[in-house]
């Protein structure tokens, strides 16, 4: 059991049945009465968001959630197919679960799924990828000065913004918590 003095953000606990992860909290001590925790939690099956109030000592329980280490295959349909590190079993995580992340979903890409009661919830990639730009406009020589940019197209799917002098076909790491480039890297 978790109590209020354990909490932290990303810490994952069960209320009313349902798997939670802690987004932000406060503890608050006012100048008269009992201590309280706010906390922002957000719900790992609906993620929806909720304001909660905890009263000091008050606990709470673990959410019995399973994190494995998969590997991207492909998709079929709607449904994404990882497969196990472990034991090489392959598991379809629904589209919904992906939501953002197939963006950046390249073949082989190995990324933390994250199951409760044995269904996927959640999907977390790692926070640099190596993507081929596809589709970009091509530069102009002598506009560099600016710091100017451009739209390009990669080839899992994303459209972030570049230097002038990207070209297509080039290599670019790119950070999936943010969605911007890096750096360009040698294939």
């Known amino acids: 059991m978790y109590d209020t003095s354990d909490f932290r953000k990303g810490l994952k606990v069960l209320i009313d049945g349902q798997p939670y ?9 006012p100048g008269k009465g009992v201590a309280f925790t706010r906390a922002r939690v957000k719900n790992m099956l609906t993620g929806s968001v909720l304001d909660k109030t905890y009263r000091s000592g008050e606990k709470l329980e673990p959410a019995n959630i399973d994190e494995r280490q ?3 295959l492909y998709k079929e349909g709607e449904n994404y197919c990882f497969m196990d590190q472990q034991n090489y079993d392959q598991v379809f995580v629904p589209g919904e679960v992906v ?37 970009t406009d091509p530069g102009f020589r002598g506009d560099t000065a600016t710091g100017a940019t451009k739209q390009a197209r990669l080839s899992a799917g ?30």
């Open 21 to 29: 992860i802690i987004v932000d909290f406060q503890f608050v001590k």
């Open 70 to 72: 998969m590997q991207f």
């Open 99 to 135: 939501g953002d992340s197939a963006k950046y979903l390249s073949d082989n890409l190995e990324v933390s799924v994250i199951f409760f009661a044995d269904r996927p919830v959640d999907l977390t990639l790692p926070n640099f990828v190596t993507l081929e730009v596809v589709e």
């Open 158 to 187: 994303a459209v972030i913004n570049v230097p002038l002098f990207i070209e297509k076909g080039e290599w670019l790491k790119i950070d999936t918590r943010t969605g911007s480039y890096v750096e360009r890297v040698k294939r």
